[in-house]
């Protein structure tokens, strides 16, 4: 077994995020509690997404006729009813409706906040039925796992050249059993 060294550090967990909606809206759902474990994928709060779906409705039909007269302008000028700067002008529409509708499609999903890793509710700043503005701090997340960190002086690193190259651990007094990765 080696060396033991006595020094301060700082333990933290090894993830942390803060937790915050795209767009404002109002919190219709908050389904977790301060403490609260969560896994990857889990849905922590939602706003209300009528008017993000009744958005998308919109999108998407104007999309599918933007596709639709393509189409038929394009048949047109194979038989030279119409002029290439008439389909030049559809297929612009057609694409300028379809980034719409990606648009629309995302804001319906960023009305879900989910976790991004496996974790526990660090902190919850809002309440269920609240106004929410974009960007505005919802909660936070830190992951499960544990690092720790020192400072080791430069001193102690030219007494010991190989310490630089070793995995340490941390032991704490008060929980000599638990490992913590330095």
Do not use: C
Request: proline share 3%; net charge negative; hydrophobic share 45%.
């Amino acid at each position: 077994e080696g060396e033991t060294l006595s020094m301060p550090a700082t333990i933290r967990s090894n993830q942390w995020t803060e937790l915050a909606f795209e767009l404002s809206g109002r919190l219709v759902e908050l389904n977790v509690l301060e403490g609260q474990w969560v896994s990857k994928g889990d849905v922590i709060a939602r706003l209300d997404a009528r008017a993000a779906k009744a958005d998308l409705l919109t999108a998407q039909a104007e999309y599918e006729n933007a596709r639709a007269q393509l189409r038929r302008s394009t048949a047109l000028l194979e038989t030279n009813a119409i002029s290439r700067s008439d389909v030049d002008t559809q297929t612009a529409r057609e694409k300028t409706t379809l980034a719409q509708l990606q648009h629309a499609r995302k804001a319906v999903s960023d009305t879900e906040l989910v976790a991004p890793f496996d974790g526990r509710v660090a902190q919850v700043f809002v309440r269920q039925y609240q106004n929410i503005n974009a960007q505005e701090l919802v909660g936070s997340l830190q992951g499960a796992a544990l690092v720790a960190r020192t400072a080791v002086p430069g001193s102690l690193i030219a007494r010991y050249p190989a310490l630089e190259r070793q995995a340490m651990v941390v032991r704490m007094d008060d929980l000599p059993d638990l490992e913590i990765p330095a």
